[in-house]
């Protein structure tokens, strides 16, 4: 087999997903040799109880250091995007979720939790895979029901591309102006 990247990108945070990333990653890299996992963004301060030294420390004390990494902050995201195989974050509470239509559009499959933007955003099974927010099982099996489907999620990021343009900026002028001209 291939092996695959699976792309996050945003602040290392408990909305964002993090501790559920972490565990799902680590379960995932238990049953599957062929997945890496990279997050990038900045490394904040997560909260009182668990500090990104904690994270740090337990994807090392997991032993996969070499296939989950935490990047950091990053100003060449595209390229890292381009080099990925599909998009994941498992944000509990995303509003819009830009990041989720910014990966659709470099033609990527995207992974996002069945809550808030992301769940107007992806139809599962469509654009990518929903997976149920704050459940590690949940996520751990969303990402390898996605690695098992390579060649879907292929055809998925090709569709996106396309999906997208729903979401621009002169498609929404064009509908307001027809609105404000009724």
């Known amino acids: 087999k291939n092996n695959l990247l699976f792309t996050s990108i945003g602040n290392l945070s408990l909305g964002k997903g993090v501790t559920e990333w972490i565990k799902a990653t680590i379960e995932v890299c238990k049953k599957r040799e062929d997945i890496s996992f990279i997050w990038i963004g900045d490394d904040v301060h997560i909260d009182e109880s668990y500090t990104m030294e904690d994270l740090k420390k337990e994807v090392l004390d997991s032993g996969f250091s070499h296939r989950i990494i935490l990047a950091g902050y990053q100003t060449n995201?595209?390229?890292?995007?381009?080099?990925?195989?599909?998009?994941?974050?498992?944000?509990?509470?995303?509003?819009?979720?830009?990041?989720y239509i910014e990966a659709m559009a470099?033609?990527?499959?995207?992974?996002?939790?069945?809550?808030?933007?992301?769940?107007?955003?992806?139809?599962?099974?469509i654009h990518g895979y929903l997976c149920e927010p704050n459940n590690v099982e949940s996520l751990t099996a969303t990402i390898i029901r996605a690695a098992d489907n390579m060649e879907?999620?292929?055809?998925?990021?090709?569709?996106?591309?396309?999906?997208?343009?729903?979401?621009?900026?002169?498609?929404?002028?064009?509908?307001?102006?027809?609105?404000?001209?009724?």
Do not use: W
């Open 77 to 99: 995201v595209p390229e890292f995007l381009k080099a990925s195989d599909l998009f994941l974050l498992p944000a509990r509470n995303e509003s819009f979720g830009i990041v």
């Open 106 to 125: 470099m033609g990527l499959p995207v992974i996002g939790c069945n809550a808030g933007g992301a769940r107007e955003i992806i139809t599962d099974g």
């Open 152 to 182: 879907t999620l292929c055809e998925m990021g090709k569709s996106n591309i396309e999906y997208v343009q729903n979401y621009s900026m002169e498609l929404h002028v064009e509908r307001l102006l027809k609105i404000y001209e009724k």
